[in-house]
């Protein structure tokens, strides 16, 4: 029974010097809220000193139970695991696949050059002094215009695409062979030379829009050469043949109408 006495003196002078303590530092820092302790704490005690008839605030008493249960550290919820990253895959286009080694070349139509057709090689009436008889054609390969001498000072000028470097030429022959929309027989030297670029030339191709030979032809002499149209228009102006005098299809169709075999052409 003394040690209870004891202890309970011993508790109310603690709570004494609590409260002083207190008050000391109200004074000292303001007005602050109280410290409220534990009911779990004091209720033991004051149910021991025969205070079980006092009353105790038990809205203050569920504040504090409630700070006291609240966790210190929230844990969060791992958020779900990310749906994967949809990954996009940007495709080439497709490649084209190259040709067949076995091709013709009469059937691949040359670059064409940025510039279109110069309307100084589309056909029209020149002024034109010569002694050659009218009828008679005469090609001047360095300014690439064949003109159809008609007489009176005058001929009938077209443009033309001729030899490319190395297969330049001049000279005199007669038209031998008249033929529309020809047939092309590339002789043995061409399809040798153009098997060694990978170009497999066939050996007769028959006429047609994508024949390099176009709507007319007009065969020289005995030699390989002819006056013809292409499927390449835009070469006219150029040197880029191998040999032949090529004309736009319009304008070969013009001058097949207005020649004749036998007709003298002059090549210069």
Known sequence: MKTLLILTTLLS???TDVRAGMAQAAERYGNR????????????????????????????????????????????????????????????????????LVRSAGMVAPQRPV????????????????????????????SRFLYLVTGNGEARRY???????????????????????PTWRPPSEMIAREAAKGHYLPASMEGGPANPLGARAMYLGSTLYRIHGTNAPWTIGYAVSSGCIRMRNEDVT?????VNVGTRVIVM
């Not at 004051?46 to 105790?56: D, E, K, T």
């Not at 056909?123 to 034109?128: E, G, L, R």
């Not at 001729?162 to 005199?172: L, M, Q, R, S, Y």
């Open 13 to 15: 002078v603690a709570i």
């Open 33 to 100: 809220p109280p410290v409220i302790v534990s009911p779990d704490l004091t209720a033991p005690w004051l149910m021991q000193l025969g205070a079980g008839n006092a009353r105790v605030d038990q809205r203050a008493v569920r504040r504090q139970r409630a700070a006291i249960d609240q966790p210190r550290i929230v844990y969060r919820e791992r958020p779900a695991a990310l749906a994967p990253r949809q990954q996009v895959i940007y495709q080439r286009p497709a490649l084209q696949r190259a040709a067949p």
């Open 115 to 142: 510039r279109p057709i110069d309307p100084q090689f589309l056909p029209q009436m020149v002024a034109y002094e010569t002694r050659e008889r009218p009828g008679t054609i005469v090609i001047d390969t360095n």
């Open 159 to 181: 443009g033309v695409g001729v030899g490319k470097p190395g297969f330049e030429w001049a000279g005199e022959h007669k038209v031998t062979r008249k033929a529309e929309w």
């Open 254 to 258: 013009d001058l097949y109408e207005r």
